[in-house]
């Protein structure tokens, strides 16, 4: 009972952590898009996708691969040192070379040496995410402290964006905020993750072990990103500034959408690691069919929502320049049921069963495809075009995930969609109703929210949904403390 309540804080705490990832860029990117104009803000977007690539090669798959067999040997101090030790020392060898790269590239490329102050600037998230070990903090399960430092962070780089940033040649100063947003914490982590493992390096980095689960992991990672990523890249070099600026937003709703629901994913990754060091089956598939559930009971009505309300949306946060962008997250809106569910199938069922390779072979796969389709559908169709390619990419990896995932889903019970169905055709019903009646942009969307999520949950309990019950008896549970 303990670990199940334990599960619950860090989902609860890991979903607060994601609101604010989302309240964030609600708040600075409609202040940003309106002070630095589309061009301006499309400069800063496209250096940062530029950095993420060079951010994963600096890690390479160690993120991933350090929480799945950290969190196997985590009450074993000798081991877990170790592990730390030799992962830690192969990253920052991985780091210094991939300065080395962007030192060349930014020289001899012509379009990255026009942006060399922002990719300058953005480059410090390479140092930050690897000095920061924050992998330590997920093997312990620390999401309090994840998530406080997460909140601080956010707050300082919010003030200094409306303080110093107050005209388009603060593109700069918004890009560095960005990284204190983005970054200040990994560099809180070196001086707090030491209480649970030292900083150490070392020349034993038992490559035998650790290169070939890491180049799967980290081939995994890239490709990821590529299908992510590309359109933007892409979109810079066939598009304007312009139309960068506008996909960035609707791409921006759509990953800060995923990652809230991600966030309930990545809390049950160490603990499912766990279960299957100690072998308990009967815990590890009572834990993934009740993800699987919640998630089949969020990702189809947030689909739904989004794919009504994304007009307003795109124009409450960017302005009526960016309602153009519109077409591109109702596109957008069905990639999350490709993602969060390749999600599941790769983080909760193939990676902790060490069957890194399936996955692999998936993101590679997609990512082939997404790009090859972005060159081809970009000049066309522009950011039309990059959304459909994402949609595509994602249901590619979740069709090859679920395949390999078989041999291990068959004792976790089927879910049944048909009060979640009915549910998401009252939430249609309610935001169509709504946008007749109510003129207010900001109205229309609380209203629409607000009674989307009183009619779904209402027709879920009374289908007797496990994830609507369970939410039922939790409050239930508090109102009766607070009774007391």
């Known amino acids: 009972m303990k670990k199940e309540k334990s599960i619950q804080v860090n989902a609860v705490l ?42 994963l090669f600096a890690q390479l798959g160690i993120p991933t691969y350090a929480m799945r067999e950290g969190a196997r040997i985590r009450n074993k101090k000798e081991k877990i040192t170790k592990l730390a030790s030799e992962l830690f020392s192969i990253s920052f060898l991985a780091m210094l070379f991939s300065y080395i790269i962007l030192f060349l590239l930014i020289c001899f490329v012509p379009r990255m040496h026009v942006e060399e102050l922002l990719l300058g600037i953005l480059s410090i998230n390479i140092i930050a995410n690897v000095l920061g070990r924050d992998w330590i903090n997920s093997v312990f399960e620390d999401f309090f402290y994840i ?39 990994y560099f809180a982590n070196i001086l707090y993750t030491r209480r649970y493992i030292p ?20 081939g995994i990672t890239l490709a990821s990103t590529i299908y992510i990523k590309s359109d933007i890249i892409i979109l810079g070099f066939f598009r304007s500034n312009g139309e960068v600026g506008v996909y960035t937003l609707a791409s921006n709703i759509y990953t800060m959408i995923k990652a809230l629901l991600n966030a309930l994913i990545a809390v049950t990754i160490p603990r499912i690691s766990f279960y299957l060091g ?40 960017g302005g009526s320049s960016f309602t153009e962008g519109y077409i591109s997250l109702q596109i957008l809106c069905f990639a999350l049921f490709g993602a969060i569910f390749a999600g599941f199938y790769s983080q909760v069922i193939l990676v902790p069963h060490r069957m890194e390779k399936n996955f692999f072979f998936a993101t590679i796969i997609s990512a082939c495809l997404n790009v090859g389709l972005n060159i081809f559908f970009i000049p066309w169709w522009g950011i039309n075009g990059a959304a459909l390619t994402t949609l595509i990419a994602e249901c590619v990896v979740m069709g090859i995930c679920a395949y390999y995932s078989r041999p291990y889903l068959g004792e976790i019970q089927h879910v049944k969609l048909g009060p979640i169905f009915i549910g998401c ?52 549970e508090k109102l009766r403390i607070i009774m007391k």
């Not at 990117?29 to 690539?53: E, F, T």
């Open 199 to 218: 900083y150490r390096l070392t020349t034993h980095l038992n490559l035998k072990k650790h290169l070939k689960p890491i180049t799967y992991l980290f």
């Open 278 to 317: 100690d072998n308990n089956i009967k815990e590890l598939n009572k834990l993934t069919y009740s993800l699987k559930i919640t998630l089949y009971s969020l990702v189809i009505p947030a689909i739904i929502g989004i794919f009504m309300l994304s007009k307003d949306i795109i124009t409450l946060l």
């Open 14 to 55: 890991n979903i607060i952590k994601q609101c604010c990832m989302i309240l964030f860029p609600l708040i600075t990117y409609p202040y940003a898009s309106r002070v630095l104009g589309k061009a301006n803000l499309g400069r800063v977007s496209w250096s940062d996708s530029i950095i993420q690539y060079f951010v």
């Open 147 to 185: 998530t406080v430092r997460y909140i601080a962070f956010q707050i300082v780089a919010l003030i200094l964006i409306l303080f110093f940033v107050k005209q388009p040649t603060d593109f700069s100063k918004y890009a560095f905020f960005l990284l204190i947003a983005n970054s200040g914490g």
């Open 425 to 476: 055709f009252a939430i249609f019903v309610v935001c169509l109703f709504i946008q007749i009646l109510i003129s207010s942009i900001f109205l229309r969307i609380v209203f629409s929210i607000v009674f989307s999520i009183l009619c779904y949950f209402l027709i879920l309990f009374i289908g007797k949904n496990e994830f609507a019950l369970e939410i039922h008896r939790i409050i239930k």
